[in-house]
């Protein structure tokens, strides 16, 4: 007989994000800010110093540092990655067996339950409310009654932007001690509810953290994970031992010692996304051409409309891409120039749907 795979991937489809050439990109989530000269120039300068014949810092100890000097917390805590997927991936196969229970939210990350069946791992999805706010006194009440073994979400959210308060959440945490959270805060950045702090008081937490949103380096794939020593002293030891490059070390750890840079940065994503958010509410009070646009805390607006696919198409064709997700349009804030050929874009469009 002929090889065959084995069940839990021989059905599995690969992630497969907008492909082509167009002339705005609104689709992944990415930082429309590209390093300024200095700092690009400095962040080579690091890279060709180093010896490339020889393995990377297995620690990546000066990028581990760059990074919580950058968030003010102790670096003891700190193991990087190479990219969040890295580390979500190694937290389902390592910290969980394939009879426990992992909860994940519905809408979420698709990633978490892909993980999960890839490693063969029970999940089961929790759903959100309505509203698409999650209830975590509902989840909480789920999570103590029926024994899971750990949860993994988001927050705040992606794909939804709704981020949980960071009073909820920790009360979650203590209410429910021999459970693992799992918290993405990939776009903590944008908000203002961050348990990154605290998160090695907690031996039942992980809280995730990317460079690929505020900080801007998306193509270098660093990701990182805060927890207490038990937990870190875990990761360390299954993780690969030399997963972190060189080079994305030490680009990482020079655009990370540039704070003032990154707060700029930070703050300009914002005031786009607020931008972005308010343009679409005026389009949507002159056309209705939405049903409902979420008040972001990400640097995102997540729009749910039951015209998403024609928009989407309609814009892929005039070279603009914004993510489609079903009934749902994911729009990453961008520059003025790009909101304002999307906005001019969708009002075309609207006035083509005779709305």
Not at 31 to 54: G, H, M
Not at 83 to 88: N, P, Q, T
Not at 98 to 124: R, W
Request: aromatic residues 10%; contains cysteine; hydrophobic residues 40%.
């Amino acid at each position: 007989m002929a090889y065959q795979l084995n069940q839990k991937i021989r059905n599995l489809v690969p992630y497969e994000p907008i492909s082509g050439t167009y002339d705005i990109r609104l689709d992944a989530n990415e930082s429309y800010f590209t390093l300024p000269d200095e700092i690009y120039e400095k962040a080579l300068k690091a890279a060709l110093s180093t010896q490339l014949n020889r393995y990377p810092d297995p620690a990546a100890k000066g990028l581990v540092r760059a990074f919580a000097e950058f968030y003010h917390i102790d670096p003891e805590y700190v193991t990087a990655v190479n990219g969040s997927d890295e580390l979500i991936s190694l937290i389902v196969s390592a910290f969980f067996e394939p009879e426990d229970e992992l909860v994940t939210v519905v809408p979420d990350f698709s990633m978490y339950q892909f993980y999960a069946g890839v490693y063969g791992v029970k999940a089961t999805a929790f759903p959100k409310k309505e509203d698409l706010t999650l209830d975590t006194v509902r989840l909480s009440a789920y999570l103590k009654s029926g024994g899971a073994r750990g949860v993994i979400f988001s927050n705040p959210c992606n794909p939804t932007s709704l981020c949980i308060s960071r009073r909820h959440l920790l009360q979650m945490i203590r209410e429910v001690p021999n459970c693992l959270f799992v918290v993405d805060e990939a776009y903590m950045d944008f908000a203002e509810e961050s348990i990154l702090s605290v998160a090695h008081e907690y031996p039942n937490l992980i809280v995730l953290r990317t460079c690929s949103k505020a900080i801007g380096l998306a193509g270098l794939r660093l990701g990182f994970a805060i927890a207490g020593e038990t937990i870190t002293r875990a990761l360390h030891a299954v993780k690969s031992p030399y997963n972190v490059n060189t080079l994305s070390q030490c680009v990482g750890t020079a655009v990370l010692s540039e704070p003032m840079y990154l707060i700029r940065c930070n703050e300009q994503i914002i005031s786009a996304r607020e931008a972005l958010y308010k343009g679409l509410l005026k389009l949507y009070a002159k056309f209705r051409i939405f049903d409902t646009i979420y008040e972001p805390t990400t640097n995102f607006v997540f729009v749910k409309t039951k015209l998403a696919k024609d928009i989407y198409d309609k814009l892929l064709a005039r070279s603009i891409a914004v993510r489609f997700m079903g009934g749902y349009l994911r729009i990453t804030a961008g520059t003025k120039e790009e909101h304002k050929r999307l906005f001019e874009a969708l009002e075309e469009i609207a006035k083509e749907l005779a709305l």
